[in-house]
């Protein structure tokens, strides 16, 4: 199966997820280490840096400090030995002693693959994990397809994130208007245009070639270039018509259709992207608040409970996450009665349920018996019964009612439900 949109997406939250977890950890003295490896490096280095570490770190003069240190410095030599090269992508590792209430710290570990190359080797011993090269890949996981062409050359290439990456440039053989020699005008115009014609398709040709693999993860397509040629060659669909379909409206103007000229259509397309975003989001919250609005006919279901039961019985169409929800959904097991209970709720109120009483038999031997990140769950759920998952941002209006107003979580769904609570309160046959 290829990785579909919702892949994509699952693998955003759940990256971002971890970092938040990572970002969470404090040490109490400088006791967190951050190491960065990038692609290229070689373990051997990496490891013989790790020892002369480790030797510097004996002169710490906290004891507990120096014992926290060189006990997450061993540990990660234990860990990067682990690798006979870096991944694809480097990686990062995030070894210390992290504060758990007074006085008290325990060990954690998080070695995270990032979804994007490091181009970072770095090792930093400080109180925080250091995760500013990770934050940086977190926003913008977007790709784009990039063509900038005329009549005398192409330049195709992706924007991922922030970066731009060139796959390929072409020159063409069409004559220049000017260049023309003795032969009839009509006839030098008749050659012109065919080997335009010829330019066009080859150009159309690459960008299935290089953009047709890519077409889930592809948001759109954004096409530029200096004069009228773009628009000729869009009006004219010489795209691929699945490409076609992904082509941003307007075309951009740019002065060049080299490498350069990418990065200047990148430039002033940033503002249409960002509002493109923006706007896909909105609509769908809009399709929610109508389908709301109907009540009982209506296809939608908001907040956990009724979008859990929908789910359940296979009902949703799209499934809508605000991008901010963080929950769990966490197994609680009384030691004393056996008794088991599910909750969703967020992190932070996980200790505080096992704190309190066991529900049934009022002890306080609650422990955790099994924990699911709660949106990762759901992305499973929907895609176990062929719905899609969105995750919306909280930056629009919309997107901020769905966070506020129906818990972070929605659905559009493929028939009507009654509402949960509406079942709940009628009385049994
Ligand atoms: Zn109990």
Redesign the pocket.
């Given at each position: 199966m290829s990785a579909s949109a919702a892949d994509l997406q699952l693998a955003r939250y759940s990256f971002q997820r971890k970092l938040d977890e990572i970002a969470a950890c404090k040490g109490r003295a400088t006791e967190l280490i951050s190491l960065y490896v990038s692609p290229g490096k070689q373990i051997s280095d990496v490891m013989s840096y790790l020892r002369n570490e480790y030797a510097q770190s004996s002169n710490i003069k906290s004891r507990t400090t120096r014992k926290n240190v060189m006990w997450a410095i061993e540990s990660l030599m234990g860990r990067v030995r682990g690798f006979k090269e870096p991944p694809r992508n480097g990686v990062a590792f995030f070894v210390g002693s992290k504060a758990v209430g007074a006085d008290k710290s325990e060990p954690v570990t998080f070695i995270v693959e990032p979804p994007e190359p490091l181009n970072t080797y770095l090792y930093r011993c400080d109180s925080t994990f250091f995760l500013d090269p990770l934050l940086a890949m977190v926003h913008e996981p977007d790709t784009w397809g990039l063509i900038v062409m005329d009549r005398a050359e192409v330049t195709i290439g992706l924007l991922r994130g922030k970066r731009v990456e060139p796959l390929r440039n072409r020159q063409s053989l069409v004559p220049s208007k000017h260049g023309r020699g003795g032969q009839s005008q009509h006839r030098f115009e008749r050659i012109i245009e065919h080997a335009a014609h010829e330019f066009f398709v080859k150009i159309a040709e690459m960008s299935g070639e290089l953009f047709l693999p890519r077409k889930e993860q592809l948001k759109g397509i954004l096409l530029g270039g200096p004069g009228a040629t773009k628009e000729y060659f869009y009006k004219e669909a010489y795209l691929q018509y699945e490409l076609q379909q992904k082509v941003v409206q307007p075309l951009f103007d740019t002065g060049y259709t080299d490498e350069y000229g990418l990065k200047e259509l990148v430039e002033k397309a940033t503002q249409t992207l960002h509002g493109l975003e923006i706007t896909e989001e909105k609509r769908l919250i809009q399709r929610l608040l109508n389908e709301i609005r109907k009540a009982e006919t209506g296809l939608a279901a908001y907040g956990p409970n009724d979008v859990q039961h929908a789910l359940e019985i296979g009902a949703v169409d799209t499934l809508v996450i605000s991008e901010g929800l963080r929950q769990q959904r966490v197994t609680f097991r009384?030691t004393?009665?056996q008794?088991q209970f599910d909750r969703t709720l967020p992190d932070a109120e996980i200790d505080v349920v096992l704190d309190g009483p066991?529900p049934?038999?009022g002890?306080r031997?609650l422990t955790e018996a099994a924990a699911e990140d709660y949106v990762e769950g759901l992305f499973r759920r929907a895609a176990d019964s062929g719905a899609q998952a969105r995750l919306v941002s909280t930056e629009s209006e919309e997107g901020e009612m769905l966070a506020k107003a129906f818990g972070g979580i929605a659905a559009i769904l493929r028939y009507p439900v009654a509402s949960t609570t509406a079942l709940r309160a009628r009385p049994p046959p």
């Open positions: 009384c004393s009665c008794n066991c049934k038999c002890q031997f």
